[in-house]
C-alpha cells in the first residue's frame, strides 16, 4: 500500500457510516433468529457461539496474566481452552467466567459500534480477533471453522458494497446477541439431565464456593440483559 493511501485507509475503518434502513435491521433479526431455531441449523451455526466463547475464555487468560496453550473446537460443537498458571485466584475465575458471557458482550460491543455508524471497523474488529484467535487453535476442525468465518468477515468488507455490509454486520451482531442466550438455557437442562459437573459453572463453584446455580443466574442475567441493550441499540430504540 501506498503511504499516500494510508488516510483514505484510515478514514474507511474508523470512520462512520450510514445506518441501513429498518426493514434491513428487521431482516437482519429474522435471519439471526433462524440461525438460532431449529435444531439441525444451530449444530451448524453454534459453532460460531462455540468459537467466541472458547475466544473469551483465551483472551481473559492472557489479559489476566495466564500462559494460553492452545484452544480446541470440536465437530460436536463443544470446546476447550487450556491455559498455564495458579490454578486458584482471580485469574482462574475470570478465566473459567468468560466462556458463556462472552459471545453476548461481544454482541453488545458490536451493537454499541453499529449504533456509532461504526460498521467497517466492526467488520474489521472482528477479523482480528479471529485471526489472533487463530494463532492459538491446536487442531485442524478448529483451524477449519475459524478460517470459514474469518473469510466471510474479509470477503464482506472488501468485496461488497455498504448495504451488504451493513446486512452482514448486523446479522452477526443479532446472532451473537441471540446465540448468547440458547447455550445457557441448554447448560441449564444438561444440569437438570446429567448433573454436568465440569461445566463451568461447577468449576466456578469449586472455586469461588458460590454455588453453580448462582453462576449460572448470572450467565442469565448478562446474556438476556446484552439482548435487550444490545437490541434496543440496533433497532435505534
Do not use: C
Amino acid at each position: 500500500m501506498h503511504p499516500t493511501d494510508l488516510p483514505g485507509l484510515w478514514h474507511r475503518v474508523f470512520g462512520s457510516q450510514p445506518s441501513p434502513e429498518r426493514w434491513v435491521v428487521l431482516v437482519a433479526l429474522l435471519l439471526a433468529l433462524l440461525g438460532v431455531g431449529p435444531r439441525p441449523l444451530w449444530h451448524l451455526t453454534r459453532n460460531a457461539v462455540t468459537i467466541a466463547h472458547e475466544g473469551g475464555h483465551g483472551l481473559v487468560a492472557l489479559l489476566t496474566g495466564r500462559r494460553l496453550e492452545g484452544v480446541r473446537l470440536h465437530s460436536d460443537t463443544s470446546g476447550l481452552t487450556v491455559s498455564r498458571g495458579k490454578p486458584t485466584g482471580p485469574g482462574m475465575i475470570l478465566t473459567a467466567a468468560a466462556g458463556y458471557v462472552a459471545p453476548s458482550l461481544l454482541g453488545l460491543g458490536g451493537a454499541w459500534l453499529l449504533a456509532a455508524h461504526h460498521i467497517t471497523l466492526l467488520l474489521w474488529a472482528a477479523t482480528a480477533l479471529l485471526l489472533l484467535l487463530l494463532i492459538m487453535v491446536r487442531n485442524a476442525y478448529g483451524i477449519f471453522t475459524v478460517l470459514v468465518t474469518g473469510a466471510a468477515f474479509v470477503l464482506v468488507s472488501w468485496l461488497t458494497g455498504p448495504q451488504a455490509q451493513s446486512f452482514f454486520a448486523y446479522t452477526a451482531v443479532w446472532f451473537l446477541l441471540l446465540g448468547g442466550v440458547r447455550p445457557v438455557f441448554e447448560l441449564r437442562g444438561k444440569r437438570r439431565r446429567e448433573g454436568a459437573y465440569d461445566s463451568d459453572p461447577d468449576q466456578l463453584a469449586r472455586l469461588t464456593h458460590v454455588p453453580a446455580g448462582l453462576w449460572l443466574l448470572l450467565f442469565f442475567a448478562v446474556s438476556l440483559g446484552s439482548l435487550v441493550a444490545g437490541g434496543r441499540w440496533l433497532l435505534g430504540l
